[in-house]
């Protein structure tokens, strides 16, 4: 079963500054997605950026990149001009891009606050 | 935009009653999720359904939980006889079918179990 960990409980950052949020994950699987989702009080899960794993590229979404090291496992979010807006928990999901499982796996979430 | 809606924003219950969350997926999207999260956890996936059917559930998905796509535009989650322990956030969720994965979420139904 596929694995997603989130090694941050809680990060902090600057505004305007750039914070980088850690996600691992574990599959066998050579065809999926990744995803970075955003929960901010309200508790809605936004989806901020996706990245198939056959792209060799990084996705780009404004001010949110990713770092996507697939021989590692390794999928980072980076957050560049930190906002206010942009406090809220952030989840790493993992989804199989295989036949038969739609699901997203999640991580434990990031808690961001973002400092004046 | 198109979104998923959530009804209602928060239900409390009492022990042993039956519930009803229901959702109204994006209109052109076919498949559609149930997920779980009790407060300070991460989000579990519950239930995918799929063609009127369901195609995949987890192991939480137990006899008391069902979903039903009663008409052409609900997507209900029933929990029969609710326990403490089902008190969390409700997430419903949808996504268009083939090479497009993103799930689209819903600003989910927190049930409170009293």
């Known amino acids: 079963a596929q694995t997603v960990t989130q090694s941050q409980p809680e990060m902090s950052v600057q505004e305007a500054e750039t914070v980088t949020l850690s996600c691992t994950y574990d599959?066998?699987?050579?065809?999926?997605?990744l995803f970075w989702y955003k929960q901010p009080p309200s508790r809605q899960m936004i989806l901020v950026i996706r990245?198939?794993?056959?792209?060799?590229q990084n996705a780009t979404e404004n001010r949110f990149s990713v770092n996507f090291q697939k021989a590692a496992k390794s999928f980072s979010l980076k957050i560049s001009d930190s906002q206010l807006g942009d406090a809220a928990m952030y989840f790493c999901a993992y989804r199989s891009g295989q036949g038969g499982s739609e699901k997203l796996v999640f991580g434990k979430g990031t808690k961001l606050t973002v400092n004046p | 935009e198109p979104e998923v809606t959530q009804t209602p924003s928060h239900q409390v219950t009492q022990m042993g009653q039956e519930v009803i969350l229901r959702c109204v997926p994006i209109?052109?999207?076919?498949?559609f999720y149930w997920y779980r999260q009790i407060l300070g956890q991460k989000v579990e996936f519950l239930v995918s359904f799929y063609n009127n059917e369901i195609s995949e559930k987890s192991e939480i998905f137990d006899d008391q939980f069902s979903v039903e796509r009663p008409d052409g535009s609900n997507f209900t989650l029933k929990i029969r006889s609710t326990k403490l322990e089902d008190s969390a956030m409700y997430f419903c969720a949808s996504s268009e079918a083939g090479r497009v994965p993103e799930a689209f979420f819903g600003q989910g139904t927190r049930l409170t179990v009293v």
């Open positions: 209109s052109n999207h076919l498949y």
């Open positions: 599959t066998s699987e050579s065809d999926y997605y």
């Open positions: 990245q198939e794993a056959y792209k060799q």
